[in-house]
């Protein structure tokens, strides 16, 4: 009898780790699924800009700043920012060509002096020198040198900044 109740008890501990093993797989699933359904909602948004700012490169042809503007747009909502700034590297200076969500005080002087000629140190200027994306988490962490307008005016506090490169030919 013994034998017999020894056996029962195994098939129940059997079936135990059966379970446990197949609620294992489906919580396995269940976080793959959630991942995959992530990815095709970034992928679509993302997709999404694209249509939005070809709409506007088809819209006006010839003019750059309304391209500028969706472009900006765009990429401040995907990168759930809460302001955004494109300038053009030219002649050593950065170019303000479009401005989405900043400040008053920031857009005012941006119009008066589109033109930055930054700092080496500053975010700006390690860009230009580097070439390469500039994350700071903290900007009043810097050195006041390296603390960028936007962040005084604009009271932003972490900044990524992104070199869109031209390809060679």
Do not use: W
Request: with cysteine; hydrophobic share 40%.
């Amino acid at each position: 009898m013994s034998r017999k109740g020894a056996k029962s008890r195994r098939r129940i501990t059997s079936l135990r780790s059966k379970t446990t093993k197949a609620r294992t797989r489906v919580d396995r699933l269940r976080a793959a699924n959630a991942d995959l359904k992530k990815k095709l909602a970034e992928a679509l948004e993302q997709q999404t800009a694209t249509s939005e700012v070809l709409k506007v490169i088809s819209s006006s042809p010839g003019q750059l700043e309304p391209v500028f503007q969706a472009m900006l747009e765009n990429a401040t909502r995907l990168c759930e920012a809460d302001l955004g700034t494109m300038a053009l590297y030219e002649d050593g200076g950065f170019r303000h060509v479009a401005l989405h969500g900043a400040p008053p005080a920031y857009a005012e002087l941006r119009q008066r002096e589109p033109v930055v000629r930054p700092h080496p140190e500053a975010p700006l200027g390690r860009l230009a020198r580097t070439k390469q994306v500039v994350h700071i988490e903290d900007v009043l962490a810097q050195p006041e040198q390296a603390q960028a307008g936007l962040a005084k005016l604009a009271r932003a506090r972490t900044l990524l900044i992104v070199p869109l490169l031209k390809g060679s030919s």
